[in-house]
């Protein structure tokens, strides 16, 4: 093997663009940077949204009203008739709920949902329900635990 035959593994770069080389190369002169102004000094860079001195977009457009979107709470939410899955007399809480894979933990709280009909009698500990839900597991047999945000059994519910 000669050095000639040796080739380079993995990612290939591109050729460099060789820029002021002259007319002949397409970028000769200005370099591809036009005449004059900010752009074609050097050190230049232009942050996202500039638009070259107008007033941007995002300060044009009036803001109004508020929004909730920053102190909304977030739920891993999981309806009643996947819980079919569990056993008759099983407890089911977030962590037995990931560990089936029928969720993914977006959030430490969890909240049940009623879609779908449930048929097992479970012990269900959550942070929410909806009142369907609530209906469901208690029509089965079941047994529905609040919690708290800390996942402790809420007081005086």
Same mark, same amino acid.
């Given at each position: ?7 380079? #593994?993995g990612i290939r770069y591109e050729d460099r663009r060789r820029i002021? !080389?002259? $007319? &002949?190369?397409?970028? @000769?002169?200005?370099?591809?940077? #036009? ?10 860079? !232009?942050? $996202? &949204?500039?638009?070259? @001195? ?28 996947k819980l079919n899955a569990f056993a008759d007399g099983a407890t ?19 909240k049940v949902l009623g879609d779908g009909e449930l048929t097992r ?37």
């Open positions: 093997m000669d050095l000639n035959q040796v080739e380079q #593994g002021g !080389r002259g $007319p &002949g190369s397409g970028l @000769g002169k200005t370099s591809g940077r #036009g005449h004059k102004g900010w752009g074609q000094r050097s050190g230049t860079s !232009r942050r $996202p &949204g500039y638009e070259g @001195g107008q007033m941007p977009i995002y300060r044009r457009v009036p803001k109004r009203g508020f929004t909730n979107a920053r102190f909304g709470t977030e739920y891993t939410i999981i309806n009643v008739d089911v809480d977030l962590d037995a709920v990931i560990g089936l894979g029928l969720a993914s933990k977006l959030s430490p709280l969890m009698k479970l012990i269900v500990r959550a942070q929410k329900f909806t009142k369907s839900a609530e209906e469901k597991i208690l029509k089965a047999g079941g047994s529905v635990i609040r919690l708290d945000h800390h996942g402790r059994e809420s007081q005086g519910e």
